[in-house]
Nanobody, 115 residues
Framework: QVQVVESGGGLVEAGGSLRLSCTASTTVVRFNTLGWYRQAPGKQRELVASITRRGSTEYSNAVKGRFTISRTSAMFTTFLQMNNLKPEDTAVYYC?????????WGQGIQVTVSS
């Protein structure tokens, strides 16, 4: 069973930075898209950023210019560098790995930005 594990969350002051990491427990699945989503209290889960095997990236308007998604060449680890964090970035962040007709989610990691 494939597991996806996030790390790097925590509490940071507004204007600060955090780097999230996500690693899959497998090296067999061919992932095509890696992504980060977030869910704030009382809100729906939303896409933050994604990156494809070809290196194409997509960002939500809310984080464009502040967050950067990257990945290892093998596509088993992805990172989300978050700069100039704002209180509205507070949420549980989820890693998503998709490939071979399957989608795998991490359990989520809390990011809290204090004002």
């Amino acid at each position: 069973q494939v597991q996806v594990v996030e790390s790097g969350g925590g509490l940071v002051e507004a204007g600060g930075s955090l780097r999230l990491s996500c690693t899959a427990s497998t090296t067999v699945v061919r992932f095509n898209t890696l992504g980060w989503y977030r869910q704030a209290p009382g809100k729906q889960r939303e896409l933050v950023a994604s990156i494809t095997r070809r290196g194409s990236t997509e960002y939500s308007n809310a984080v464009k210019g502040r967050f950067t998604i990257s990945r290892t060449s093998a596509m088993f680890t992805t990172f989300l560098q978050m700069n100039n964090l704002k209180p509205e970035d507070t949420a549980v962040y989820y890693c998503n790995m998709a490939g071979e007709g399957q989608v795998y989610w991490g359990q989520g990691i809390q990011v809290t930005v204090s004002s």
